[in-house]
């Protein structure tokens, strides 16, 4: 088992860049398939990038969002760049021992979310 927690969120200008951390506690984080997920208001949860068994980005997302993690710091990162009001969202971060598929929204583990706001 393992807990997450974001970190990182906040308010930031369109054309500007935040950097999202995930740490995990528990069990060694090299063995999760981890994904960044966003939720804006009355929209459904979206899939925005992967890391783990396979690196997948959402078309929204590709070429300004990389994500990356660092195992020995249990550390899941998502850097953002030339973000965009339609950005603004929480952000949460999730993990899974089990793959099902580079765009499957199957985890086990969730973290509660940090919140990213852009200004136009």
């Known amino acids: 088992q393992v807990e997450l927690r974001e970190s990182g969120g906040g308010l930031v200008q369109a054309g500007g860049s935040l950097r999202l951390s995930c740490t995990g506690s528990?069990?060694?984080?090299?063995?999760?398939?981890m994904g960044w997920f966003r939720q804006a208001p009355g929209k459904d949860r979206e899939l925005i990038a992967t890391n783990g068994v396979s690196t997948y980005y959402a078309d929204s997302v590709k070429g300004r969002f990389t994500v990356s993690r660092d195992n020995a710091k249990n550390t899941l990162f998502l850097q953002m760049n030339s973000l965009k009001p339609e950005d603004t969202a929480v952000y949460s971060c999730?993990?899974?021992?089990?793959?099902?598929?580079?765009?499957?929204?199957?985890?086990?583990?969730w973290g509660q979310g940090t919140q990213v706001t852009v200004s136009a």
């Open positions: 999730a993990a899974s021992t089990r793959y099902y598929g580079p765009t499957s929204q199957e985890y086990e583990y």
């Open positions: 528990g069990r060694t984080f090299s063995v999760y398939h």
